[in-house]
């Protein structure tokens, strides 16, 4: 039997259905199940995890616990865990298996050659988890002064000086996801890259609230 497909773990949700859209547009196979659902297909090479942050690490864990075999990847929404102790548990999973934080953002053109100037994000809708955490990629890719709100009826978002086309954005989930089916760009944040995230999501977190004013977190 052919193993080769993606199991979307919250795939009701709003990210479980951008990830079987994303699915469906590449040809990808997959199968969804939602986070409450008793049957889940055992059948799979990959898994995106696009559930509430507080189920993420105890999900890691039981597939962790299921299989026996080492070559299951998982594609993680972000950010792992709020608590940046509970986040070191995936060192001890790393053995068994691959985890990747999802991390659009690394997929936008030339963000990388970005100059180290301000970092921004305004939008009224950021996400339920503290700001820091619901922008965590922001947070890590920014390398000068960041700031973070969530006022704005407009999305608004600009790292190191370059404001992003929402759009554009769209796009960089579909290349995220098809890196991480077809290891083509070797862009994905696997464990260095998220623990090194969220210490940064931590530091603003703690140092500073919604409304703050620019800081280098480094």
């Known amino acids: 039997m052919n193993n080769?497909?993606?199991?979307i773990i919250g795939a009701k949700g709003n990210m479980g259905?951008?990830?079987?859209?994303?699915?469906?547009?590449l040809q990808i196979p997959f199968d969804g199940v939602d986070i409450c659902d008793?049957?889940?297909?055992d059948q799979y090479s990959h898994c995106i995890i696009a559930t509430p942050t507080n189920s993420h690490?105890?999900?890691?864990?039981?597939i962790n616990d299921f299989h026996s075999r080492p070559n299951i990847s998982i594609l993680c929404e972000k950010p792992i865990a709020l608590n940046n102790d509970d986040v070191h548990i995936i060192n001890l999973l790393w053995k068994t298996l691959t985890v990747y934080m999802v991390n659009q953002y690394a997929y936008y053109p030339y963000l990388s050659t970005?100059?180290?100037l301000n970092t921004t994000y305004d939008f009224y809708n950021s996400g339920n988890d503290p700001i820091a955490y619901n922008c965590i990629q922001l947070v890590h890719l920014a390398k000068g002064p960041v700031l973070l709100k969530s006022e704005s009826p407009i999305w608004r978002c600009v790292i190191n000086g370059k404001t992003l086309?929402?759009?554009r954005i769209d796009r960089c989930y579909v290349d995220m996801v098809h890196d991480f089916f077809f290891d083509s760009y070797g862009k994905l944040w696997g464990r260095e890259d998220i623990l090194e995230a969220h210490r940064k999501a931590y530091l603003y977190d703690q140092g500073h609230h919604r409304n703050s004013s620019p800081q280098q977190l480094d």
């Open 4 to 7: 080769n497909k993606i199991l």
């Open 17 to 25: 259905r951008r990830y079987s859209s994303i699915c469906k547009y």
């Open 38 to 41: 008793t049957y889940i297909p």
């Open 57 to 62: 690490l105890d999900l890691i864990q039981k």
């Open 114 to 116: 970005a100059e180290e």
């Open 165 to 167: 086309d929402r759009g």
